[in-house]
C-alpha cells in the first residue's frame, strides 16, 4: 500500500505559528469550530494542546496489549457503547479552551467618560463577558519553567534528568497535525464507520454524512487531533488538505511554512506487517518495527508488487524520490511521535540539535570539529532521555545515533564551505557515505521546494501527468474556511457551515433539552400536519 506521509525538521521551526494561522483560515474558520486547531505549534517542554494530552492514564487514547492482542484503550466494543451518552475520558472545553473575541465596538459606541474605553473580551460560544484564562499555546515560550513540571506527562517521566536553574533550561518547538497512523484507534473506536482510511493514499478522513457525533473518536485519537463541531453535530480532523495532495500540491501548513522545515513524500508499506509490528510486547521495540513495514522503492520486486496491487507506476516513482522515505529510512534521522502508543503514526520528527555549537566555542572547544560534537551529543541542553520519550518510547539510542549524524553533517559541510578537505571519518563514523552525508544536507539546509515536496496526483490522473492547472477545489467560493456568512447558533449545519436542503425538518437533539418529545423525531402520522 502507498501512504503520503510527512516529515518535520524541528532544527528549523521557529514558532512563529504561520501554519496554524493559515490552517485554521483555511478549514477552520466556521461556527462550530472556534476552539478547533487542526495544526498547532507546541512549546516543549509544555503541556500541549489539549492541555496533557499525551496522559493516556487519564484520557484512554491509542492502543493497549492484553493477552497479546491490542485492543483499544478506551476498551471493547461492549464497553464503548455503555458510554455512548456518558463518555467520563474526553476532553472539556476548558482542557482546550474558551475561545473569545473582543467587543471592539464598545471602543467607538462607549459613552463619553474619563476613561478610555477598552475591548472587552467575550465569549465566542454564547457571546458573554469572559475572561481569559488559558488560550491553544498559553505557554508559549515558556518551556523549561518549574511551574511546568507538573504538567508536561513526558517531563513527569524524566526529571531527573532535567535541570530547572534557569541557565541550563531549554525549550524547543513542536508543530503537530494529525498524524494519519497505519493503525488509527480513531477509527477502531468509531461506532458508525464515519472515520475511515483512504486506501488510494492513507489519509484519514470522516464521512460528515455517517458521522453521528459519538464522540468516541475523540477518546480513542492519542494526539487528540480530532475534535467535535457542537454546531453541526459532527467530528472533524486534519484531512492533510487532501484536495491539494490530489492535484499534486502541498499542503497549506507545508505551503506556507516560514522555516521550510516540512517534508511530503510517497512510503510504500508492507499492510500485512503493521498488525505485527503495532504488537510487539516491548514498546521500545515499536520504532524498528515500524522501520520493518516500509519497502524500498527501487527494489524491482517491491516496484511489481506494488502496481500489482494497484499502485500507478508514477506514484512508485515518485516513491523513488520520496523525501520522505529517504528521512526516515535511508539517513534515519527522523523519528515517530510517540510510538508507543501504538498507533504505527505517519507523521515523523528530525530531532533538534539544540545550540550544541555554541555551547562548546563558549567552552573554548572548536564547536564544530566532529570529534568536540560527537562528545556533547551526550550532554546536550535538551536532554535525550527527554527526546527519547517522545518519539522511541524512551529508547535514547535511535535519538542519539539521529542526533550523531545531524551532528557529523555539520563538521563535514563546514570543511567543504571553507574550501577545506572534509575528513571522511566523520561520515565513516556515523555509518554514512561523504556522498550521503551532501545528499542528506541538500535535502535538510538547501530544502529546495520541488525536493521537499514530491506528490504525484490523485489515482485519477494519467501517469506521470504534471499539477492540474485549475489548482486544488480549496480555492472557489464557497470553500471551507471561505464563508462569507457563517450558520446562526443553534441552526442545523452542513459541514460546510450554510443551510443545507436535505436537514430541513431533522431534528437537532444538540438543542434538545431532555424533556417531552422534540417535535419531527418520529414520522408524523397519517393526517397529521409536519
Known amino acids: 500500500m502507498a501512504q503520503i506521509a510527512m516529515v518535520m525538521n524541528l532544527d528549523k521551526c521557529i514558532g512563529c505559528h504561520t501554519c496554524s494561522v493559515t490552517c485554521k483560515q483555511t478549514w477552520t474558520n466556521r461556527a462550530g469550530t472556534e476552539y478547533v486547531w487542526f495544526n498547532n505549534v507546541e512549546t516543549r517542554p509544555g503541556q500541549g494542546y489539549p492541555r496533557g494530552y499525551e496522559d493516556q492514564d487519564r484520557w484512554k487514547g491509542g492502543w493497549r496489549l492484553r493477552n497479546g492482542r491490542l485492543v483499544p484503550r478506551a476498551g471493547g466494543r461492549a464497553r464503548r457503547l455503555a458510554r455512548l451518552f456518558a463518555n467520563p475520558d474526553l476532553p472539556l472545553i476548558d482542557d482546550y479552551y474558551q475561545p473569545w473575541t473582543y467587543d471592539y465596538e464598545n471602543l467607538t459606541n462607549a459613552p463619553l467618560g474619563d476613561d478610555v474605553p477598552t475591548a472587552p473580551p467575550r465569549s465566542l460560544i454564547d457571546g458573554r463577558p469572559t475572561s481569559i484564562t488559558w488560550g491553544p499555546n498559553w505557554d508559549d515560550d515558556l518551556g523549561g519553567g518549574p511551574e511546568h513540571l507538573a504538567g508536561d506527562p513526558v517531563l513527569r517521566k524524566v526529571s531527573h534528568d532535567v535541570k530547572l536553574d534557569y541557565e541550563n533550561s531549554f525549550m524547543f518547538y513542536l508543530p503537530r497535525i494529525c498524524e494519519h497512523c497505519l493503525n488509527p484507534s480513531c477509527v477502531a473506536a468509531c461506532p458508525s464507520g464515519a472515520m475511515y482510511k483512504r486506501f488510494e493514499d492513507g489519509i484519514v478522513l470522516v464521512d460528515q454524512d455517517r458521522c453521528r457525533g459519538w464522540r468516541m473518536c475523540v477518546t480513542g485519537c492519542p494526539y487528540k487531533k480530532v475534535y467535535f463541531n457542537h454546531q453541526t453535530g459532527k467530528a ?171 551532528a557529523a553533517m555539520r563538521s563535514y559541510m563546514r570543511a567543504i564551505n571553507l574550501g577545506e578537505e572534509p575528513d571522511p571519518r566523520a561520515a565513516e563514523d556515523v555509518g554514512m557515505s561523504g556522498a550521503q552525508i551532501e545528499d542528506m544536507y541538500r535535502l535538510l539546509a538547501l530544502a529546495k521546494y520541488d525536493e521537499r515536496y514530491v506528490i504525484p496526483t490523485a489515482y485519477g490522473g494519467a501517469a506521470g501527468h504534471s499539477k492540474d492547472p485549475g489548482g486544488c477545489s480549496l480555492d472557489v467560493p464557497g470553500g471551507p474556511g471561505m464563508l462569507e456568512h457563517a450558520a446562526p447558533a443553534g441552526s442545523v449545519a452542513s459541514f460546510h457551515g450554510e443551510s443545507d436542503e436535505r436537514l430541513r425538518g431533522r431534528v437537532n437533539l444538540l438543542n434538545w433539552d431532555g424533556k417531552g418529545t422534540p417535535s419531527g423525531l418520529f414520522p408524523p402520522r397519517p393526517g397529521e400536519q409536519t
Not at 395 to 402: G, N, Q, S
Request: with cysteine.
Open 236 to 406: 472533524e480532523k486534519c484531512t492533510m488538505c487532501y484536495p491539494r495532495i490530489e492535484a499534486g500540491e502541498p499542503t497549506v501548513c507545508s505551503e506556507t511554512c516560514v522555516g521550510r522545515l516540512r517534508y511530503l513524500g510517497v512510503m510504500l508499506y508492507d499492510a500485512d506487517r503493521v498488525g505485527r509490528a503495532a504488537a510487539v510486547p516491548d514498546e521500545r521495540d515499536l520504532y524498528p518495527a515500524q522501520l520493518g513495514c516500509f519497502l524500498d522503492p527501487g527494489d524491482p520486486e517491491v516496484a511489481a508488487a506494488a502496481e500489482a496491487s494497484g499502485i500507478p507506476h508514477d506514484w512508485v516513482l515518485a516513491a523513488r524520490r520520496s523525501p520522505v522515505y529517504a528521512l526516515i529510512t535511508r539517513y534515519r534521522v527522523a523519528l515517530p511521535l510517540h510510538p508507543e502508543f501504538r498507533t504505527m503514526p505517519m507523521v515523523w520528527y528530525v530531532p533538534p540539535l539544540s545550540p550544541v555549537v555554541d555551547a562548546l566555542t563558549a567552552t573554548g572547544h572548536d564547536g564544530e570539529d566532529a570529534a568536540n560534537l560527537f562528545g556533547a551529543v551526550g550532554s546536550l541542553r535538551i536532554p535525550l532521555s527527554y527526546l527519547a520519550e517522545l518519539f522511541t518510547a524512551g529508547d535514547t539510542v535511535p535519538v542519539e545515533a539521529a542526533l550523531l549524524r545531524l
